[in-house]
């Protein structure tokens, strides 16, 4: 069963902390971002990637930043961790090119809350 | 810049009827649309989509249904289920491109 894994289903960090969310897929996928899930707000990109080491900013950067040395791995990096950034966060991966009729396959999410 | 609307937040329905979920978009480059279902505490998951060249598409109790002049989509459900309970997430993409526009989602509640 092909896999996109999130490292942690629930997270507390403090104010100004440095956040690591981790995300590995096993199915070979050239792209892979990381959007933030909020009430009201839908799915938010925050970073993607079409290719190890490459990487492009997406809707809400900000406060963010991303990191991709090996195809199957994509993390999202706080800097300095805020109370604005406590949010359902997902990673997600598919193949490469247009995403046409065959989307996205999503991890679980991690749910962060910032103290 | 709202790309991709779904206007109400919330539909509830009885077990059994149907369930219509709408949602609007602007940018005349998208033609792939797809729907996405996501219960608490997981990720979405891939429900049903559609291309441009369509205008309905089903797949069992889902039926998505495309109107390019108005820019508009719906999912239909039916008949509707308890297990049906979740938020529902519109997204769209353009041909030439590899990323999702996503709406802001509508939690559908289907009452036994």
């Known amino acids: 069963d092909v896999k996109v894994t999130q490292s942690s289903r629930y997270l507390v960090k403090r104010t100004g902390e440095k956040v690591f969310l981790e995300c590995v897929q096993d199915?070979?996928?050239?792209?892979m971002f990381w959007y933030r899930q909020d009430p009201g707000l839908g799915l938010r990109l925050i970073y993607f990637?079409?290719?190890?080491?490459?990487?492009e900013k997406g809707d809400i950067p900000e406060g963010y930043s991303v990191s991709r040395e090996k195809k199957e791995r994509f993390s999202l990096i706080l800097e300095s961790a805020s109370t604005n950034q406590t949010s359902m966060y997902l990673c997600a991966s598919s193949f490469g090119g247009a995403v046409g009729n065959y989307g996205y396959t999503f991890g679980s999410g991690t749910r962060l809350t910032v103290v | 810049d709202q790309q991709v609307k779904q206007n109400s937040p919330s539909l509830s329905v009885q077990e059994g009827r149907i369930s219509i979920l709408n949602c609007d978009y602007t940018n005349s480059m998208f033609d792939y649309f797809l729907w996405y279902k996501k219960y608490p505490a997981e990720g979405p998951t891939f429900l049903i989509s559609i291309s441009s060249i369509k205008d309905k598409n089903e797949d069992g109790r889902f039926t998505v249904f495309l109107n390019k002049s108005a820019k508009h989509l719906s999912l239909h459900i039916v008949p509707s289920q308890p297990g049906d309970s979740a938020v529902y997430f519109c997204a769209a993409s353009a041909t030439s491109g590899s990323r999702l526009t996503f709406g802001e989602g509508t939690q559908l509640t289907v009452n036994p």
């Open positions: 990637s079409y290719d190890v080491k490459m990487k």
């Open positions: 199915m070979d996928h050239e792209n």
